[in-house]
């Protein structure tokens, strides 16, 4: 099994930036690609980027310019760079990672955007 613990999550202003950490441990080694998805209230969750363990990424339309999605696998640690913010970025955000052992969820961190 994989574990992953999100970090970095808060309060910020339209415009502002944040970035979100998450760290694997567990069977990393299983890892085959990880991602960040997020729900809003009302909303069903959605991706919002994800990296392959060869480094590929793919973002949602709605980030794409403003986000970037990179990992450090001497950290065992995945990465969200948020910026240029905007309200509608406000959710729940959660890591994921896709391993041989299945699907794995962080507990999820909270992001707020005020206008």
């Known amino acids: 099994q994989v574990q992953l613990v999100e970090s970095g999550g808060g309060l910020v202003q339209a415009g502002g930036s944040l970035r979100l950490s998450c760290a694997a441990s567990?069977?990393?080694?299983?890892?085959?690609?990880m991602g960040w998805y997020r729900r809003a209230p009302g909303k069903q969750r959605e991706l919002v980027a994800a990296?392959?363990?060869?480094?590929?990424?793919n973002y949602a339309a709605s980030v794409k310019g403003r986000f970037t999605i990179s990992r450090d696998n001497a950290k065992n640690t995945v990465y969200l760079q948020m910026n240029s913010l905007k309200p509608e970025d406000t959710a729940v955000y959660y890591c994921n990672a896709d391993s041989l052992h299945g699907i794995s969820w962080g507990q999820g961190t909270q992001v707020t955007v005020s206008s």
């Open positions: 990296i392959t363990s060869g480094s590929s990424t």
């Open positions: 567990g069977m990393i080694f299983s890892i085959n690609a």
